[in-house]
């Protein structure tokens, strides 16, 4: 019984420190398909679960069709024009929320 409370609890509890957070980066360029609601974002650091995922390209992505995905674009939109540092948690290569410095 300890066992599978233990295993259920680190199953349940996983998601919450999944994250990672890449703090005081630029945006370097933004772009996105045409056709799609998916953003690329160019960073001048990513999180390192991001760089085994694609180590050559500092780049992660968010969907703008998303919750909260269109006021990460403004944000990320306001950082890149003003050149602003930011801070952006992520999942992966996926960006989760990101913060103006």
């Known amino acids: 019984m300890k066992w599978f409370f233990l295993i259920f609890l680190s199953v349940?509890?996983?998601n919450s420190f999944a994250n990672e957070?890449?703090?005081d980066?630029?945006?370097?360029?933004?772009?996105?398909y045409q056709s799609g609601t998916g953003h690329f974002v160019w960073l001048t650091a990513i999180t390192s679960e991001c760089k085994t995922e694609s180590p050559s390209t500092p780049i992660m992505q968010f969907d703008e069709s998303q919750p909260g995905g269109k006021s990460m674009l403004a944000m990320v939109m306001t950082a890149l024009v003003n050149?602003?540092?930011?801070?952006?948690?992520?999942?992966?290569?996926?960006?989760?929320?990101?913060?103006?410095?």
């Open 12 to 14: 349940v509890s996983g």
């Open 21 to 23: 957070w890449a703090n």
């Open 25 to 32: 980066v630029e945006i370097t360029q933004v772009n996105a």
């Open 83 to 101: 050149k602003r540092k930011v801070n952006v948690q992520a999942s992966g290569c996926k960006i989760v929320e990101i913060y103006l410095k």
